[in-house]
């Protein structure tokens, strides 16, 4: 079995900044996997963030987050980080982390972010 867990969400001002972070436990090669954010925002579908390769050296990101967000791995640590700058009110959401394994992908529980103008 998996778990994945985030942490860090909060509160925080427009211009301010959030690191999130997710910890892979169970039966995973977290250096094996891509790992990827996703975000729900109230009264909105689940939508893509980032993610990045399983050496850390590529990753992608939405336009909505593209210059302002960094998402970064730790393989040592089985852990992937999101660095969420210049954050705006549109950024508020539930954040999740997420890996796709052939048994279907796995999610973490979610870390709520909220920024007020």
């Not at 509160?11 to 039966?27: P, Y």
């Not at 975000?39 to 939405?62: C, D, H, S, W």
């Not at 640590?77 to 999740?96: C, G, H, R």
């Not at 279907?104 to 007020?116: K, Y």
Request: charged share 20%.
């Amino acid at each position: 079995q998996v778990q994945l867990v985030e942490s860090g969400g909060g509160l925080a001002q427009a211009g301010g900044s959030l690191r999130l972070s997710c910890t892979a436990s169970g039966l995973i090669i977290f250096s094996h996997e891509i790992m990827y954010w996703y975000r729900q925002r109230p009264g909105k579908e689940l939508e893509f963030v980032a993610n990045i390769t399983r050496g850390g050296t590529v990753t992608e990101y939405a336009d909505s987050v593209k210059g302002r967000f960094t998402i970064s791995r730790n393989n040592a640590e089985s852990a992937v980080y999101l660095q969420m700058n210049s954050l705006k009110p549109e950024d508020t959401a539930v954040y999740f982390c997420n890996f796709n394994r052939r048994e279907g992908p796995v999610w973490g529980r979610g870390t709520q972010v909220t920024v007020f103008s």
